[in-house]
């Protein structure tokens, strides 16, 4: 009888253990990686609007600050050479307004 108690708190105890293992997380649930796109999205669209000082401080910030650029991308889960390649395409299309103009930064 004390062994079947014994192995009943080992079985339950294996059980509670699995639950306490950390579950990976989806990157669209994920609060801090969401969080580090939305930095990224808005230098983007600061980058592509129409107000001089937020298209320098985010040019700033995408291109003459890559260390800073790098961290953000890693925290965001994104890899920075294809970021970067992207804001190429995007530097030399014309900049376009209104729904089309976001549609293009996102």
Do not use: I
Not at 49 to 62: G, I, K, T, Y
Not at 85 to 102: I, M, P, V
């Amino acid at each position: 009888m004390e062994a079947m108690e014994r192995t009943a708190d080992l079985e339950l105890q294996a059980s509670l253990d699995e639950l306490d293992e950390p579950q990976p997380q989806r990157h669209d649930y994920d609060p801090e990686r969401r969080l580090w796109t939305a930095v990224l999205l808005q230098a983007v669209l600061d980058w592509r609007s129409n107000n001089m000082r937020a298209r320098r401080e985010a040019e700033a910030f995408l291109f003459n600050s890559p260390a800073d650029l790098e961290g953000v991308c890693h925290r965001a889960g994104l890899d920075l050479g294809a970021f970067q390649s992207n804001l190429r395409k995007l530097q030399h299309t014309r900049r376009a307004t209104g729904l089309a103009g976001l549609v293009l930064a996102a």
